[in-house]
C-alpha cells in the first residue's frame, strides 16, 4: 500500500466545518476568477519563472477540479467505491508534478472560452459544497494527501485553487 507524501491534516487550514471549507471554496474562486479577467494582455504568454502560460494554468486548474469533483460526488453518493490502484503523486525538488491527464494543451485555454468554461466548473463545485458532509467511512485515494474523505477532497481543491491564483498574482509583471 502506498504512503501518503503529505500529512492530510495540513488541509484542516481550508476550513473544519463543511460550512467553513464552503466559505474558503468561495473566496477562492472569486479570487481567481477576478483574477484572471485581468489578465488578457499575457493570456498565452509563459509567465517569468513558470512553465505555463495564464491560459495554460486555467486548463490545468480545470482538469484537477473536474477530478477532484468527481472524487467527491462520488463519495457523497451511496454508489459502491472499488478498490483501484493507490498511485503515489511525483515530487520533484520537493515541488509536486502534475499528473499526465491534467497536463495543459500547448495553447491552454482561449480568451474567448475561458469564462464560460470556468462558470461551469465553478457551479459544479458550488453545488458540491452545498452537499459537502464528512465521510469518514467513505474515502477515496490522493496521490499526495493518501486516503481522503469528501470534506478533505474539498479542502485539497480549495487548496490548489490557492495555490495557483498565488503563483498567477505573483507572475504579474508590471
Known sequence: MAEALFDPVLLRSFGDSPEDVSRHLQAELDALEGHLGTRQGDWTRVQAGREWSP??????????????GKAIHLLLSEKELRAFPQLQ????????????FAR?????????AWTEAWQTHRQELEGAAARLRATPERRLWHPYFGELDALDWMRSLVGHLR????????SVTP
Open 163 to 170: 495555490g495557483h491564483r498565488e503563483l498567477l498574482e505573483r
Open 55 to 68: 491560459a495554460q494554468e486555467l486548463e490545468h486548474v480545470l482538469a484537477i477540479g473536474r477530478a477532484g
Open 104 to 112: 495543459p494543451s500547448p495553447d491552454g485555454l482561449a480568451w474567448e
Open 89 to 100: 503523486g511525483e515530487l520533484k525538488e520537493g515541488k509536486r508534478q502534475t499528473p499526465d
